[in-house]
Protein backbone atom coordinates (compact mmCIF):
# COMPACT_ATOMS: atom_id res chain seq x y z
CA UNK A 1 0.00 0.00 0.00
CA UNK A 2 1.40 3.44 -0.45
CA UNK A 3 2.11 5.62 2.60
CA UNK A 4 0.11 8.25 0.87
CA UNK A 5 -3.12 9.15 1.76
CA UNK A 6 -5.49 10.05 -0.52
CA UNK A 7 -6.52 13.80 -0.47
CA UNK A 8 -9.93 14.09 1.85
CA UNK A 9 -10.39 16.78 -1.38
CA UNK A 10 -12.55 15.94 -4.13
CA UNK A 11 -10.99 18.54 -6.51
CA UNK A 12 -7.63 17.29 -5.85
CA UNK A 13 -7.92 13.66 -6.38
CA UNK A 14 -10.03 14.10 -9.72
CA UNK A 15 -6.61 17.10 -10.48
CA UNK A 16 -4.43 13.58 -10.07
CA UNK A 17 -6.65 11.72 -12.70
CA UNK A 18 -9.12 9.61 -10.91
CA UNK A 19 -12.54 9.55 -11.96
CA UNK A 20 -15.05 10.20 -9.25
CA UNK A 21 -18.65 8.57 -9.19
CA UNK A 22 -19.82 11.84 -8.32
CA UNK A 23 -17.63 15.06 -10.05
CA UNK A 24 -16.35 17.96 -7.88
CA UNK A 25 -18.31 21.02 -8.79
CA UNK A 26 -17.37 24.62 -9.08
CA UNK A 27 -18.52 27.39 -11.43
CA UNK A 28 -16.31 29.95 -12.68
CA UNK A 29 -17.36 33.51 -11.43
CA UNK A 30 -19.40 31.69 -8.87
CA UNK A 31 -19.04 34.64 -6.28
CA UNK A 32 -21.05 37.87 -8.19
CA UNK A 33 -23.66 39.68 -8.69
CA UNK A 34 -25.86 36.88 -9.12
CA UNK A 35 -26.08 36.71 -5.61
CA UNK A 36 -27.97 39.55 -3.15
CA UNK A 37 -25.39 38.81 -0.83
CA UNK A 38 -22.78 39.58 -3.36
CA UNK A 39 -24.82 43.04 -4.24
CA UNK A 40 -24.28 44.09 -0.37
CA UNK A 41 -20.71 43.44 0.00
CA UNK A 42 -19.79 45.11 -3.21
CA UNK A 43 -22.17 48.42 -1.93
CA UNK A 44 -20.30 48.35 1.43
CA UNK A 45 -16.60 48.02 -0.21
CA UNK A 46 -17.66 51.50 -2.61
CA UNK A 47 -16.52 49.54 -5.66
CA UNK A 48 -15.62 46.28 -7.68
CA UNK A 49 -11.61 47.58 -7.13
CA UNK A 50 -12.06 48.20 -3.60
CA UNK A 51 -13.76 44.70 -2.70
CA UNK A 52 -10.82 42.81 -4.58
CA UNK A 53 -8.23 44.87 -2.43
CA UNK A 54 -9.61 44.44 0.83
CA UNK A 55 -8.70 41.11 2.14
CA UNK A 56 -11.71 40.64 4.92
CA UNK A 57 -14.76 41.48 2.43
CA UNK A 58 -13.27 39.79 -0.60
CA UNK A 59 -12.70 36.51 1.62
CA UNK A 60 -16.05 36.78 2.48
CA UNK A 61 -17.58 37.31 -1.27
CA UNK A 62 -15.62 33.87 -1.65
CA UNK A 63 -16.45 32.23 0.51
CA UNK A 64 -20.49 33.09 -0.15
CA UNK A 65 -20.80 30.96 -2.80
CA UNK A 66 -19.26 28.21 -0.64
CA UNK A 67 -21.87 28.71 2.33
CA UNK A 68 -25.25 28.14 -0.05
CA UNK A 69 -23.76 25.65 -2.28
CA UNK A 70 -21.37 23.73 -0.92
CA UNK A 71 -18.99 23.96 -3.75
CA UNK A 72 -15.82 21.45 -4.10
CA UNK A 73 -13.77 24.27 -4.75
CA UNK A 74 -13.76 27.91 -4.27
CA UNK A 75 -11.97 30.69 -6.06
CA UNK A 76 -9.99 33.56 -5.17
CA UNK A 77 -12.16 36.51 -5.44
CA UNK A 78 -9.99 39.08 -7.78
CA UNK A 79 -9.53 40.05 -11.44
CA UNK A 80 -7.11 39.44 -14.33
CA UNK A 81 -6.67 42.45 -14.65
CA UNK A 82 -4.63 43.64 -11.05
CA UNK A 83 -1.70 42.46 -12.68
CA UNK A 84 -1.43 45.51 -15.59
CA UNK A 85 -2.59 47.61 -12.60
CA UNK A 86 0.03 46.38 -10.35
CA UNK A 87 2.51 47.16 -13.02
CA UNK A 88 1.11 50.58 -12.99
CA UNK A 89 -0.99 50.68 -15.64
CA UNK A 90 -3.88 52.66 -15.20
CA UNK A 91 -7.22 50.61 -14.39
CA UNK A 92 -10.86 51.76 -13.44
CA UNK A 93 -14.01 50.63 -13.75
CA UNK A 94 -17.04 52.25 -15.80
CA UNK A 95 -20.40 51.11 -13.80
CA UNK A 96 -22.83 48.79 -15.68
CA UNK A 97 -20.02 48.56 -18.81
CA UNK A 98 -17.05 47.45 -17.75
CA UNK A 99 -12.82 48.13 -16.90
CA UNK A 100 -11.23 50.79 -18.88
CA UNK A 101 -7.58 50.99 -18.74
CA UNK A 102 -5.53 53.96 -20.80
CA UNK A 103 -4.12 52.87 -23.31
CA UNK A 104 -0.64 50.75 -24.47
CA UNK A 105 1.76 50.33 -27.36
CA UNK A 106 4.35 48.74 -25.73
CA UNK A 107 6.11 48.31 -22.26
CA UNK A 108 8.26 51.32 -21.74
CA UNK A 109 5.82 52.68 -18.85
CA UNK A 110 5.51 49.08 -17.29
CA UNK A 111 7.33 48.21 -14.37
CA UNK A 112 7.97 45.05 -12.32
CA UNK A 113 9.51 46.79 -9.26
CA UNK A 114 6.27 47.29 -7.14
CA UNK A 115 4.05 45.24 -8.07
CA UNK A 116 4.24 42.03 -5.40
CA UNK A 117 3.85 44.89 -3.17
CA UNK A 118 0.79 46.34 -4.94
CA UNK A 119 -0.68 42.87 -4.88
CA UNK A 120 -0.08 41.94 -1.34
CA UNK A 121 -4.06 42.17 -0.28
CA UNK A 122 -4.53 39.57 -2.81
CA UNK A 123 -2.29 37.19 -0.71
CA UNK A 124 -3.75 37.98 2.33
CA UNK A 125 -6.95 36.82 1.24
CA UNK A 126 -5.79 33.65 -0.13
CA UNK A 127 -3.74 32.90 3.35
CA UNK A 128 -7.15 33.90 4.80
CA UNK A 129 -9.10 31.47 3.24
CA UNK A 130 -6.94 28.71 3.28
CA UNK A 131 -7.76 29.02 7.05
CA UNK A 132 -11.55 30.08 6.81
CA UNK A 133 -12.38 27.10 4.24
CA UNK A 134 -14.02 24.09 5.02
CA UNK A 135 -11.32 21.43 4.92
CA UNK A 136 -12.93 19.40 2.14
CA UNK A 137 -12.87 22.86 0.24
CA UNK A 138 -9.56 23.21 -2.57
CA UNK A 139 -8.77 26.49 -3.00
CA UNK A 140 -7.91 27.81 -6.55
CA UNK A 141 -5.97 30.98 -7.51
CA UNK A 142 -5.67 32.30 -11.04
CA UNK A 143 -4.13 34.70 -13.14
CA UNK A 144 -5.40 36.22 -16.81
CA UNK A 145 -3.14 34.28 -19.30
CA UNK A 146 -1.04 37.41 -21.70
CA UNK A 147 -2.94 37.48 -24.37
CA UNK A 148 -6.17 38.13 -22.86
CA UNK A 149 -4.83 40.69 -20.61
CA UNK A 150 -2.42 42.14 -23.12
CA UNK A 151 -5.90 42.22 -25.39
CA UNK A 152 -7.36 44.67 -22.88
CA UNK A 153 -4.36 47.02 -21.96
CA UNK A 154 -3.77 47.65 -25.59
CA UNK A 155 -7.42 48.75 -26.59
CA UNK A 156 -7.82 50.08 -22.66
CA UNK A 157 -11.21 47.84 -22.87
CA UNK A 158 -12.96 44.68 -23.72
CA UNK A 159 -13.48 44.42 -27.55
CA UNK A 160 -15.70 41.88 -29.19
CA UNK A 161 -12.75 40.65 -31.63
CA UNK A 162 -9.23 42.33 -29.83
CA UNK A 163 -8.82 44.14 -32.85
CA UNK A 164 -6.42 46.50 -31.37
CA UNK A 165 -4.07 43.90 -29.80
CA UNK A 166 -3.97 41.93 -33.53
CA UNK A 167 -3.12 44.98 -35.42
CA UNK A 168 -0.45 45.89 -32.84
CA UNK A 169 1.25 42.57 -32.90
CA UNK A 170 1.12 42.57 -36.72
CA UNK A 171 2.44 46.29 -37.19
CA UNK A 172 5.11 46.13 -33.96
CA UNK A 173 5.76 42.27 -33.04
CA UNK A 174 8.32 43.25 -31.04
CA UNK A 175 6.18 45.99 -29.13
CA UNK A 176 3.83 43.72 -28.27
CA UNK A 177 6.06 40.99 -27.53
CA UNK A 178 7.83 43.13 -24.89
CA UNK A 179 4.00 43.47 -22.74
CA UNK A 180 3.75 39.94 -23.35
CA UNK A 181 6.91 39.01 -21.80
CA UNK A 182 6.42 41.75 -18.97
CA UNK A 183 3.21 39.50 -18.24
CA UNK A 184 4.35 36.27 -18.27
CA UNK A 185 7.46 37.35 -15.40
CA UNK A 186 4.70 39.09 -13.31
CA UNK A 187 2.08 36.38 -13.74
CA UNK A 188 4.44 33.83 -12.06
CA UNK A 189 5.51 35.77 -9.71
CA UNK A 190 1.68 36.12 -8.83
CA UNK A 191 0.71 32.85 -8.76
CA UNK A 192 3.66 31.77 -7.24
CA UNK A 193 2.93 34.09 -4.23
CA UNK A 194 -0.65 33.00 -4.64
CA UNK A 195 0.91 29.33 -3.67
CA UNK A 196 2.99 30.24 -1.41
CA UNK A 197 0.09 31.47 0.85
CA UNK A 198 -2.14 28.47 -0.19
CA UNK A 199 -3.55 28.01 -3.44
CA UNK A 200 -3.73 24.48 -4.07
CA UNK A 201 -4.37 24.77 -7.39
CA UNK A 202 -4.06 27.90 -10.24
CA UNK A 203 -5.97 28.72 -13.24
CA UNK A 204 -4.93 30.48 -16.16
CA UNK A 205 -8.14 32.27 -17.80
CA UNK A 206 -7.33 32.68 -21.62
CA UNK A 207 -10.83 34.12 -22.80
CA UNK A 208 -9.89 35.41 -25.92
CA UNK A 209 -8.45 32.45 -27.58
CA UNK A 210 -10.55 32.58 -30.42
CA UNK A 211 -9.12 35.46 -32.05
CA UNK A 212 -5.71 34.14 -33.32
CA UNK A 213 -4.64 30.91 -35.36
CA UNK A 214 -1.62 28.90 -36.67
CA UNK A 215 1.39 30.42 -36.12
CA UNK A 216 -0.43 33.75 -34.15
CA UNK A 217 -1.73 31.67 -31.93
CA UNK A 218 1.46 29.48 -31.20
CA UNK A 219 3.23 32.84 -30.63
CA UNK A 220 0.57 34.75 -28.43
CA UNK A 221 -1.65 31.69 -26.67
CA UNK A 222 0.73 28.73 -26.44
CA UNK A 223 4.08 29.99 -25.65
CA UNK A 224 3.12 32.54 -22.70
CA UNK A 225 0.92 29.96 -21.43
CA UNK A 226 4.18 27.20 -21.96
CA UNK A 227 6.66 29.85 -20.26
CA UNK A 228 4.58 30.92 -17.71
CA UNK A 229 3.90 26.89 -16.16
CA UNK A 230 7.62 26.52 -17.24
CA UNK A 231 8.67 29.49 -14.58
CA UNK A 232 6.44 28.31 -12.14
CA UNK A 233 7.68 24.37 -11.61
CA UNK A 234 11.24 25.70 -12.35
CA UNK A 235 10.79 27.84 -8.69
CA UNK A 236 9.06 24.76 -6.96
CA UNK A 237 5.21 25.10 -7.61
CA UNK A 238 3.85 22.32 -7.41
CA UNK A 239 0.27 22.84 -7.36
CA UNK A 240 -1.76 21.46 -10.58
CA UNK A 241 -2.83 23.76 -12.74
CA UNK A 242 -5.69 23.92 -15.54
CA UNK A 243 -5.58 25.92 -18.74
CA UNK A 244 -8.91 27.43 -19.72
CA UNK A 245 -8.27 28.66 -23.90
CA UNK A 246 -11.98 29.64 -24.58
CA UNK A 247 -12.96 28.47 -27.92
CA UNK A 248 -9.41 28.06 -29.26
CA UNK A 249 -9.59 26.78 -32.41
CA UNK A 250 -6.39 24.45 -32.33
CA UNK A 251 -6.02 20.73 -32.01
CA UNK A 252 -6.24 19.86 -27.70
CA UNK A 253 -3.93 17.35 -27.36
CA UNK A 254 -0.94 19.49 -29.19
CA UNK A 255 -2.01 22.37 -26.64
CA UNK A 256 -2.35 20.32 -23.47
CA UNK A 257 1.38 18.65 -24.84
CA UNK A 258 2.84 22.16 -25.54
CA UNK A 259 1.61 24.22 -22.51
CA UNK A 260 2.13 21.29 -19.87
CA UNK A 261 -1.33 22.04 -17.99
CA UNK A 262 -2.72 19.24 -15.28
CA UNK A 263 -6.13 20.32 -16.79
CA UNK A 264 -7.93 21.71 -19.42
CA UNK A 265 -10.83 23.78 -19.24
CA UNK A 266 -13.67 23.36 -21.84
CA UNK A 267 -16.12 26.01 -23.41
CA UNK A 268 -19.61 26.05 -24.23
CA UNK A 269 -18.88 24.98 -27.66
CA UNK A 270 -16.30 22.35 -27.04
CA UNK A 271 -17.41 18.52 -28.11
CA UNK A 272 -16.80 16.64 -25.04
CA UNK A 273 -16.23 13.16 -26.50
CA UNK A 274 -14.14 14.74 -29.51
CA UNK A 275 -11.35 16.80 -27.08
CA UNK A 276 -11.59 13.25 -24.76
CA UNK A 277 -10.27 11.59 -27.72
CA UNK A 278 -7.51 14.37 -28.67
CA UNK A 279 -6.06 14.79 -24.98
CA UNK A 280 -6.58 10.97 -24.42
CA UNK A 281 -7.68 9.02 -21.02
CA UNK A 282 -5.81 10.68 -18.43
CA UNK A 283 -6.13 14.42 -18.96
CA UNK A 284 -8.40 16.14 -16.37
CA UNK A 285 -11.47 17.77 -18.39
CA UNK A 286 -13.52 20.79 -16.67
CA UNK A 287 -16.32 22.22 -18.06
CA UNK A 288 -18.49 23.05 -20.08
CA UNK A 289 -22.67 23.70 -19.46
CA UNK A 290 -23.55 26.21 -21.13
CA UNK A 291 -24.08 29.22 -18.40
CA UNK A 292 -27.62 30.76 -20.58
CA UNK A 293 -28.94 26.67 -19.77
CA UNK A 294 -28.57 27.42 -15.84
CA UNK A 295 -30.36 30.87 -16.66
CA UNK A 296 -33.10 29.20 -18.42
CA UNK A 297 -33.09 26.01 -15.86
CA UNK A 298 -35.99 23.70 -15.59
CA UNK A 299 -36.31 20.44 -17.97
CA UNK A 300 -33.49 22.01 -20.49
CA UNK A 301 -31.17 22.60 -17.61
CA UNK A 302 -31.85 18.71 -16.02
CA UNK A 303 -31.33 17.61 -19.81
CA UNK A 304 -27.78 19.30 -20.41
CA UNK A 305 -26.52 18.25 -16.94
CA UNK A 306 -27.51 14.50 -17.58
CA UNK A 307 -25.66 14.47 -20.92
CA UNK A 308 -22.68 16.26 -19.93
CA UNK A 309 -22.50 13.73 -16.63
CA UNK A 310 -23.51 10.73 -18.99
CA UNK A 311 -20.57 11.51 -21.31
CA UNK A 312 -17.71 12.07 -18.38
CA UNK A 313 -18.87 9.40 -16.48
CA UNK A 314 -15.76 7.33 -15.29
CA UNK A 315 -13.36 10.15 -16.63
CA UNK A 316 -11.41 12.15 -14.83
CA UNK A 317 -13.51 15.31 -15.18
CA UNK A 318 -14.58 18.46 -13.49
CA UNK A 319 -17.67 19.85 -13.22
CA UNK A 320 -17.95 23.69 -14.48
CA UNK A 321 -19.71 26.17 -16.98
CA UNK A 322 -18.39 26.71 -20.09
CA UNK A 323 -17.91 30.37 -19.45
CA UNK A 324 -18.26 32.32 -16.00
CA UNK A 325 -21.87 32.52 -14.88
CA UNK A 326 -24.14 35.31 -15.78
CA UNK A 327 -25.30 38.16 -13.49
CA UNK A 328 -29.53 37.11 -14.69
CA UNK A 329 -28.80 33.60 -12.93
CA UNK A 330 -31.30 32.52 -10.71
CA UNK A 331 -29.91 31.27 -7.50
CA UNK A 332 -32.43 28.91 -7.31
CA UNK A 333 -31.09 27.04 -10.69
CA UNK A 334 -27.61 26.82 -8.94
CA UNK A 335 -29.44 24.71 -6.22
CA UNK A 336 -30.71 22.37 -8.71
CA UNK A 337 -27.94 22.26 -10.54
CA UNK A 338 -25.97 20.89 -7.57
CA UNK A 339 -28.88 18.40 -6.73
CA UNK A 340 -28.83 17.13 -10.51
CA UNK A 341 -25.22 16.45 -9.53
CA UNK A 342 -25.41 14.99 -5.80
CA UNK A 343 -28.49 14.03 -6.05
CA UNK A 344 -31.44 15.40 -3.55
CA UNK A 345 -30.36 16.06 0.14
CA UNK A 346 -31.22 13.10 2.38
O1 LIG B 1 -15.76 34.10 -8.71
C1 LIG B 1 -14.78 34.11 -9.49
O2 LIG B 1 -14.74 33.46 -10.56
C2 LIG B 1 -13.52 34.85 -9.08
C3 LIG B 1 -13.38 36.18 -9.49
C4 LIG B 1 -13.18 36.58 -10.96
C5 LIG B 1 -13.67 37.81 -11.44
N1 LIG B 1 -13.22 37.99 -12.72
C6 LIG B 1 -14.52 38.74 -10.68
C7 LIG B 1 -15.27 39.80 -11.39
C8 LIG B 1 -12.48 35.98 -12.00
C9 LIG B 1 -11.80 34.61 -12.06
C10 LIG B 1 -12.49 36.88 -13.11
C11 LIG B 1 -11.82 36.63 -14.39
C12 LIG B 1 -11.92 37.64 -15.45
N2 LIG B 1 -11.98 39.00 -15.34
C13 LIG B 1 -11.87 37.32 -16.83
C14 LIG B 1 -11.67 35.92 -17.39
C15 LIG B 1 -12.92 35.11 -17.38
C16 LIG B 1 -13.97 35.58 -18.33
O3 LIG B 1 -15.07 35.92 -17.82
O4 LIG B 1 -13.75 35.56 -19.55
C17 LIG B 1 -11.96 38.53 -17.55
C18 LIG B 1 -11.96 38.67 -19.06
C19 LIG B 1 -12.03 39.59 -16.59
C20 LIG B 1 -12.08 41.06 -16.85
C21 LIG B 1 -13.34 41.64 -16.37
N3 LIG B 1 -13.67 41.80 -15.05
C22 LIG B 1 -14.41 42.13 -17.16
C23 LIG B 1 -14.45 42.13 -18.68
C24 LIG B 1 -15.39 42.58 -16.28
C25 LIG B 1 -16.68 43.29 -16.65
C26 LIG B 1 -17.71 42.33 -17.08
C27 LIG B 1 -18.55 41.93 -15.91
O5 LIG B 1 -18.85 40.74 -15.77
O6 LIG B 1 -18.94 42.86 -15.15
C28 LIG B 1 -14.94 42.33 -14.96
C29 LIG B 1 -15.66 42.62 -13.70
C30 LIG B 1 -15.78 41.52 -12.71
N4 LIG B 1 -14.80 40.61 -12.39
C31 LIG B 1 -16.91 41.30 -11.87
C32 LIG B 1 -16.59 40.23 -11.03
C33 LIG B 1 -17.44 39.64 -9.93
C34 LIG B 1 -18.18 42.12 -11.84
C35 LIG B 1 -17.88 43.35 -11.08
C36 LIG B 1 -19.07 43.92 -10.39
O7 LIG B 1 -19.75 44.74 -11.00
O8 LIG B 1 -19.30 43.56 -9.21
Known sequence: MSSKQPSQKKLLRVLSSQSEPIPPIWLMRQAGRYLPEYRATREQAGGFLDLCYNPTQAEEVTLQPIRRYAFDASILFADILLIPQALGQKLWFETGEGPRLTPIENADTLSRDNALTHLAPIFDTVARLSKSLPAETTLIGFAGAPWTVASYMVAGRGTPDQAPALDLAARDAAAFQSIIDMLVAASIDYLAAQADAGAEVLQL??????????????????????????????????????????????????????????????????????????????????????????????????????????????????????????????????????????????
Open 205 to 346: FESWAASLEGDDFERWCVAPVAAIIKGLRARGVNVPIIAFPRAAKTHMGDYCAAVQCDALGLDTSANIDAVRAQVGDDMVLQGNLDPQVLVAGGARLDVAVREILAKTKNTPHIFNLGHGIVPQTPPENVTRLIELIRGAPA
